[in-house]
């Protein structure tokens, strides 16, 4: 049978319309079958038939508080000056939750009854059936309870045991069977040699099956053999109601999983409008439809989510579980590819009255970015991608009372920041640290435009040899700015175990065939090596690798750890962590920015007592390269 690379980049709600039509034509089912099931392990099941009551709650007229009944027409006219005395055997004291008795139809509650010897004196009517729970006032017999495909909470539970059920008609869980392919897939815990991958992604789709709940069934892991794969697809979708294929499902030599699902079923899409998440495989095997994931992580979690989570919710008969949304304004230029919906990761903290969105790392490897991530943000495929401080709508991975605790730092990358919202988190769960690495000029940027509340800087000005202080007088005209040190910090060339090379200092950058890695444009790292070569007389064109940037300290150390490059100029704690030499260049302060006004904001103040903390001054300097004797300390503001 011929094979085809892609069918077509099919926008994503046609695809989808598309895979549930040939699931249909392949005659796999609609719904999963329904059963019976104990109340109390019904919770989170979805109703397949609707819950009717068959009794009434509260199946008695009932007293709603401590006190006497009576017969409101006995109270009229009580008052402050005119009291009324009701005589025992016209009242009944009753206690909340007891059947009112026959003849009486009012509570008065206990604090307001007064006693003269046995008489009751009431100094207020009451009127019928006050403080009185009347029969079915809950819930009266014969009364729809839940309609069928309703996802069943805790509160639902105890409604139907008041209204009489002891068990309830659910759908069954759907089967969801996660299997993994690839020569170079190792299973979890084994030791990885250059060239092979943990199948982290299988125990990711799985968990996800589960959070919406399906049951799962993890599968080994299949080698690139078209005829393996497709004897273990048709085995998987013998005992599960989706098949999850993991990896495969690009255009490679040994990419299968488009021809497998061609080859046993029905393959309706192949290549969807979706980045990432691009090379998807939907289709159908043995009447049991079929998802080909991608193998990069972020690009298997949101294709679950695009395709996989609607699927399962039509099998369980419910509406798919929609996050809640907002909007929020950009903290920084997002670029996207016209075409092609492009699903952004952006962490989130409200600056001021304004929700705040940063755009993290965007490739589909990186799964952290979902970690750390507050909200999705979709760019449709007609848009050329956002400005900075363009109001957009996030779809929430958070609630906005946690988001409304994140101290939102933009601008240079220093691994105590991440220490920091560590020790924060720690200290107090609700507060979240959350920084974004654009450089120490684009956190400058981001604090004039109201988008953070911190700006990281180590901006050295050649003209003064001063740093950072000049920046903000140019950036933040006319501000009342604060600015607190939070270090000082070594800042040299990171380089390979033992200096092989016995590189000495900048000088050294232009050596015939030497490979350095940069920063980007606007960091103060990249600022402090265009100033040293400037002061060496230096033309840059003479150093290899000098256009090539890398966004934090410790992915120039990872460049240099991998035999990529050999050195960049970075502080020497990245150096430390990944076990490289490191060639001192200079120490230099890094500081904090921010409005003077926000020193005394309450969601930032956990940052100053933290800095005040001699523990974490300790912990800072384990890491090394670091001088924290300024921690806190006030330059200006």
Known sequence: MATT????DVPAAQALSAWQQACDAAGCPV?????????AQAVGRVTAEAVWATRSSPSFDAAAMDGIAVRAADTVGAGETTPVLIEPGEYVVVDTGDPLPDGFDAVVMREQVHYSNEAAELRSAVAPFQHVRSIGEDVATAELLLPEGHRLRPVDIAAAAAAGATELV???QPVVAVLPTGDEIRPIGTRVAPGEILDTNSLMLAAQAEEIGCRTI???IVPDDRAVIGAAVRGAAEQADLVVLIAGSSAGRDDYSAQVVEDNGTLAVHGVAVRPGHPVVLGAVDATPVLGCPGYPVSAA????????????????SAPRERPRARARLARKLASSMGMDDWVRVRLGRVGELLVATPLPRGAGVLTSLVRADGLLVVPAGLEGHH?????????????AEIRRTIVAVGSHDLVLDLAASQLRATDPAITLASSNVGSLGGLVALRDGLCHLAGSHLLDPATGEYTLPYVDRVLAGRDIAVIRLLHRDQGLIVAPGNPLG??????VVRPGLRYVNRQ??????VLLDHEISRREINPEQITGYAREEHTHLAVAAAVAAGRVDCGLGVFAAARAFELDFVPVTREPYDLVLDASALADPVIEPLWELLADERFKQSVEALGGYDTSEMGRRIRG
């Open 302 to 317: 949101l294709t679950f989510e695009i395709f996989a989570a609607p699927l399962l919710s039509r099998l369980e008969g």
């Open 218 to 220: 993890r599968l080994p």
């Open 521 to 526: 444009r606007g960091a103060g790292t990249r």
């Open 503 to 508: 590189l000495t200092g900048l000088d050294d």
């Open 170 to 172: 659910v759908r069954r």
């Open 5 to 8: 690379p892609y069918i077509h």
């Open 388 to 400: 900075p401080g363009e109001e957009v709508e996030i779809a929430l991975l958070r609630g906005l």
């Open 31 to 39: 719904r999963v079958e329904p059963e019976t099931m104990p109340l």
